[in-house]
Structures are given as structure tokens and as C-alpha cells.
């Protein structure tokens, strides 16, 4: 019999920490972009959905960088879904993340395990933890859910047995979907479920990838003769499968940087992607036609991409790559959800035994034949369509909560969605004020010991703020919603206003600093951050101890942040050191600020200060995938060579 049971996976983590408490009004420093110069050169089709509406803002998400290195045993709740033949270890607390699929009768694991959780900056808002396999949407990188909670459930299977049901509301396109997992008696093969829906009365740009982590000492078979690379010099080019430029790509050592590569797949051909080692054992992907993307993600052989690897995990952890499944043929194109519409489609995991060495057409002939008998493709096809009759069946017994986002609109909207309960229960102090501006027409008072909360910026929510009364609260969640709009001179007018009346300067003077730092004037962005970082300084009334005090001390540290940059930026190092000196001894310590601290002694001519911080060492848990600031400022100090420890280069120097 198929089993469901809660479980505990206590591992070493670092705790995720508070989300940063300001609005992330910048565009996203996203390393998915495409050099303008390959555009003339992509099929049609995918040109049409690389310009689609691609991702410009965060909002109304947070980011969350407020996680550090130091690990310690933390238990982690978990769901095991298992029938005689795999085992499969869900994380409800952490996007659903599948952490293990275990084979049960040659007792090998088919997926890489990470033995620690360690976030780092790779999810679109931050936090993100390499292996297991993830499900990815939104828009194009890892999904802004990597280390949110999901709702999970019991929910009737088609083969009469148990299924997993996992479900949230997606924020950045206002999206529900679900996750259906079952394991039929005696399958060595999960089945996934996957359903996005768009209950909106306009079409909606959609995403979606889900990536799986398989240790690198592999050969990824797909099957295509060519594929698209992109690296981070954000080069897209067509080039052939498996060999290209000397070396088979197939072998994700035999790449020196990170780097993708999206196979072409040819239309009709049964859409699969394997990894197996060199004794023919792994894992295989293959889905319904909707899924029609494949991909491999290598770290490369080359000292960036190895620091990359220690820095996600702990010494003595071997390396892994991922092999990925998408909507679209690459991960940067987005594909338009119409109107009251949905998309789906069915996955399947699970054992592959073929040999991966020799010609290439022949490899792939005889791994198809091997998936073909494991599990026909009219399989996957008959499991789909006898899924779908289950898709809306109403969840049973609750195994994880996730978030109030999609209870709040649903009760907006009215909208009914079959299989995925989005419940009032669910709603929390985040959605408070939402609920009683959507019932009452206004915000109410906020608590002033407290930064502000979250902005909600769908249309809806800003014309409930255009018409709620002029407060100076209002005024400043109205401004944001106004900025993610495009209405970059009405949001400052918003915040104009809202300093008229405002107990509180700090937060409307911020959100207009970097608007003016935005809009090109770095003297008065200057003159703003300061006042905005005096203004927190003096009013600073964090209820002690608990969750209030972590929120101000995540706020002086982000504000504190910005302040330093435009400062040095307009060439004030004075006030911008008046600002370091201002803050917490405990912010200063933290590798993100002892990089800051290298950068200010470096503008004040003090270099050999600057270079003793490097000697001394210091870590950026937040360090962005693609940064290469610690090692731009290293080469200010010296000629030597980077040191190892520092170096995350992800491409040629000068690509």
C-alpha cells in the first residue's frame, strides 16, 4: 500500500532569518538577460515570448536576506509519500521541495541530497537551497516560494490509493497551481501532477521549470542534436549536442563556468532527460508533451564554480548539476496563460538503467528503448488524463499550512477553485490591513514601533488605496503601488504628500531617495538617505525582544545599506562613514558589512586597511549569484591573484 506520513529531517541550517523589511523598488539585478546582439538570430516563436513581459519588479514580494552561515541542528518537518519500490521526502516549509527520491530495491538514492540547508542569494527574492528538485514559477529563476511554506493535503488518488497534494497562490503574476504527487502500487516511477490556472479576465505571463539535482559525475542524455547555451556573459547561442567547441557537454565537468544548455527537442519526440553514471545507473524525467523544455545546468570544472558548490553545502559534499524540465524551450521565455484559462501536465521519476558511453545516437536509442519498457509513453499519457479527473477532488486531512496571500483573494474576488482551498483560516497579520481596507475602505492605524508591512500592488488593491482617506500610511503603500505600476512621477507625489502629517519620515524618505538615485539625481538621493537614516535613528522603538526587534534591526541594517552606497556613489565618504559608525555593532560584523566596510576604506584612500579586511576573512552569506563586487575591489587593492576562498567568478574575465 501507497503511504502518506508526517516526518522529521533534522539537519544543520542556518536559520533563514527576517525578510528585509523595505519595498524593492529596483529593477531586479536578474543574470537571465539576453545580449541584445543575439535577438536577430532566435526562431520566432521564442523571440516572441523573450519579450514577453518579462519580470521588472519584486513587488509585492519581499527579499529575504536575512540568513547567515553559522549551522546548526534545526528539525525540519516533512512528508513521505512511499510505496514498496521508492520513497519520496516532501518539505511543506520549503516550497514542496522533494529532498529525497529513494529507490528502494538497489537502495540508491536518485537524487543529490544536500546534508545541510543553506540558503543563498539565487531565488529571484534571495533565499534559495541547492538539491533535491524544486518547482520553479513565476517568472525566470528560482521561484520566490524556495524557502516559503505550501498547503499540503491528502487527496484521493486515481489508482483508488492516496495522493500529495501541495498547493499556494504565486504572488509575482497572481497565480494559484498545484502539485499532485502518487506513487501506484509496485511503480518504480513518481507521478506529478502539475496544474496552473488564471482565473484573471486577462491573459497572464506564466513560467514554469522544475529542476532536479543529480550529483555531476553523471552523463545527461536528452534527446536532441542541439541545443541553446547560455552562459553568464549572457551569450544565447544554438550549438551542437554533444560536442561542442573540443569537449562533450554531455559530461557537466567537461565545462569550465556555469552554464545552461536548453536542448531541442524536436516536435513529437517523447520529451525525457537522464543523468546515469558511468554504470548506466540514474534517474529519468519524462512528462506529457505540455512540459517540452530540457535542460542541463553545470557548475563547470573551474575555480568559480567549485567555490560555488562549498559555498551551497558543507566540506566533503560532492558536487551536483541539474537536469530541468520547462513550459518553453529555454528558461527565458515566458508563455502567455489566457483568460480564465489553466495548463497542465503530467511528470514521472524514477530509475534508469541504459549505457551512457558511445555514439551519441545510439546512447539515446538505447536509453529510450530502456524508458520505453520501464514506462511506456502511453503510460504517461492514460496516467494524465486520469489524473485530470482528480484534479479539482477537495483536499482531506491538512499536513502543512502555507500563506494567507490566496485566501485574501479569494475572498476579493469571489473566485472558486476547485482542489486548491485558499481558506480564511488561513489569513494572518500580514493580510490584516488588506482585509480591513478590502471590508472597511481604509487602513487602519499602523503600529508605529514597527516598519512598515507588506504593499500589495495588483489594480485592484491600488484603486482601494486611490480612494481610501489620504493618511500618511496610505500615502506611502499607494506610492509603491504607483511605482510597480509604472507611474514613477505619481508615486513620488504620493510620498510627497505622505510626509505632510508623517510621525515617521524615515520610510516615505527612503522610498523617495531611491527614486531620485533611480532617476539620475545622486546629490539629492544622497541628501535623502541621510535624512532618511537620522530620521530612523531617532525614532527607533523596537519593542524589545522577540520579532519586533529583529524587524529594526533588519531595517537599520538595509537602510543602512542603501544609505552607505548613494553616499560613496555622490563621493561623501565622510556622511557615508557617519552612517557606518551609526550602525549596530552586531550589523557590522556580518560579512555583507565587512565588504561594505572595504569598499569605504577603500574610497577614503585607506587601502591598506581595505586589504587587511580580506586578510581577515569574511563571508557574504547574501552574495547575489553572478556578483562579482568582492572581486572587483580585490583588483583596486592589489595585483595579486584572488584569492580561492573569494573567488565566484562565473565567467571569462572580461566576458
Known amino acids: 500500500m501507497t503511504t502518506i506520513r508526517r516526518e522529521v529531517l533534522t539537519l544543520p541550517a542556518a536559520p533563514p532569518g527576517p525578510d528585509n523589511p523595505l519595498p524593492p523598488l529596483r529593477p ?3 543574470a537571465h538577460r539576453i545580449d541584445d546582439r543575439d535577438r536577430a538570430a532566435l526562431p520566432r516563436d521564442m523571440a516572441r515570448q523573450v519579450d514577453y513581459e518579462p519580470l521588472r519588479s519584486l513587488l509585492p514580494v519581499r527579499v529575504r536576506d536575512g540568513y547567515g552561515r553559522d549551522r546548526a541542528p534545526r528539525a525540519l518537518d516533512a512528508l513521505v509519500i512511499e510505496n514498496d519500490r521508492l520513497r519520496a521526502t516532501v518539505l511543506p516549509g520549503l516550497g514542496g521541495r522533494i529532498a529525497s527520491l529513494f529507490h528502494k530495491p538497489t537502495e540508491r538514492e536518485l537524487l543529490y541530497v544536500n546534508p545541510v540547508f543553506q540558503p543563498a542569494d539565487f531565488a529571484l527574492n534571495g533565499a534559495w537551497f541547492s538539491g533535491g528538485i524544486e518547482w520553479n514559477i513565476g517568472a525566470t529563476g528560482h521561484t520566490t516560494l524556495s524557502c516559503s511554506p505550501v498547503h499540503a493535503a491528502r487527496v484521493p488518488a486515481p489508482d483508488g490509493g492516496e495522493m500529495l497534494r501541495l498547493w499556494e497562490w504565486e504572488r509575482l503574476r497572481d497565480l494559484p497551481f498545484q502539485v499532485d504527487l502518487w506513487l501506484p502500487d509496485g511503480s518504480d ?36 542534436d542541439e541545443a541553446w547555451h547560455f552562459g553568464y556573459e549572457r551569450r544565447l547561442r544554438r550549438i551542437p549536442v554533444p560536442s561542442y567547441d573540443g569537449a562533450d557537454r554531455t559530461y557537466p565537468l567537461n565545462s569550465t563556468y556555469p552554464a545552461d544548455y536548453f536542448y531541442e527537442v524536436a516536435d513529437g519526440r517523447r520529451r525525457w532527460i537522464a543523468a546515469l553514471d558511468e554504470d548506466g545507473h540514474g534517474l529519468a524525467q519524462t512528462s506529457t508533451d ?32 541539474e537536469i530541468q524540465a520547462g513550459l518553453a524551450r529555454t528558461q527565458l521565455e ?3 496563460l489566457e483568460a480564465e484559462s489553466e495548463v497542465s501536465w503530467l511528470e514521472a521519476y524514477g530509475p534508469l538503467d541504459a549505457e551512457p558511453d558511445g555514439e551519441w545516437h545510439a546512447v539515446l536509442r538505447g536509453a529510450e528503448e530502456r524508458l520505453e519498457h520501464a514506462l511506456p509513453r502511453a503510460d504517461v499519457d492514460a496516467a494524465y488524463a486520469a489524473w485530470l479527473r482528480y484534479a479539482d477532488a477537495e483536499p482531506g486531512e491538512r499536513l502543512a499550512g502555507g500563506s494567507g496571500w490566496g485566501a485574501l483573494e479569494v475572498l476579493r474576488t469571489g473566485w472558486k477553485l476547485p482542489g486548491t482551498p485558499f481558506e480564511e483560516h488561513t489569513l494572518g497579520e500580514e493580510q490584516e490591513p488588506w482585509l480591513h481596507l478590502l471590508r472597511a475602505g481604509y487602513l487602519p492605524e499602523p503600529d508605529r514601533r514597527l516598519p512598515p508591512g507588506q504593499t500589495l500592488v495588483a489594480r485592484s488593491w491600488r484603486d482601494m488605496l486611490e480612494t481610501a ?13 504607483q511605482w510597480h505600476a509604472g507611474d514613477l512621477a505619481q508615486a513620488e507625489r504620493s510620498w510627497e504628500r505622505g510626509l505632510n502629517g508623517a510621525a515617521g519620515r524615515w520610510p516615505l524618505l527612503r522610498c523617495l531617495a531611491l527614486a531620485d538615485r533611480e532617476g539620475g539625481h545622486p546629490e539629492r538621493a544622497a541628501d535623502r538617505y541621510a535624512d532618511a537614516f537620522d530620521d530612523l535613528c531617532a525614532r527607533r522603538e523596537a519593542p524589545e525582544g522577540g520579532a519586533g526587534e529583529e524587524q529594526w534591526r533588519a531595517v ?55 586589504r587587511a579586511v580580506y586578510d581577515e576573512g569574511f563571508e557574504v552569506a547574501d552574495l547575489r549569484e553572478g556578483d562579482e563586487s568582492i572581486g572587483r575591489l580585490w583588483a583596486r587593492l592589489t595585483d595579486e591573484p584572488l584569492p580561492a576562498r573569494h573567488d565566484f567568478r562565473m565567467r571569462p574575465d572580461g566576458g
Do not use: M
Request: hydrophobic letters at 40%; aromatic letters at 8%; one cysteine or more.
Open 290 to 321: 505540455a512540459l517540452r523544455g530540457r535542460k542541463l545546468f553545470v557548475w563547470g570544472a573551474g575555480p568559480g564554480g567549485r567555490r560555488w558548490q562549498e559555498w551551497l553545502t558543507e566540506p566533503g559534499t560532492g558536487g551536483y548539476c
Open 334 to 336: 515566458h508563455v502567455k
Open 189 to 224: 516511477f513518481l507521478r506529478v501532477g502539475v496544474r496552473i490556472r488564471n482565473p484573471h479576465e486577462r491573459p497572464v505571463p506564466t513560467y514554469w521549470w522544475s529542476n532536479i539535482a543529480v550529483p555531476e559525475d553523471r552523463r545527461v542524455l536528452a534527446p536532441a
Open 28 to 30: 531586479l539585478d536578474e
Open 556 to 610: 537599520t541594517a538595509a537602510l543602512g545599506r542603501e544609505a552607505i552606497e548613494a553616499l560613496l556613489a555622490a563621493g561623501r565618504p565622510e556622511d557615508a562613514r557617519a552612517v557606518w559608525e551609526r550602525l549596530p555593532e552586531e550589523v557590522r560584523t556580518r560579512g555583507r558589512f565587512r565588504l561594505t566596510e572595504a569598499q569605504l576604506l577603500h574610497t577614503e584612500g585607506r587601502l591598506t586597511e581595505a
Open 469 to 481: 482617506p489620504a493618511t500618511p500610511d496610505t500615502e506611502y503603500h499607494l506610492g509603491v503601488a
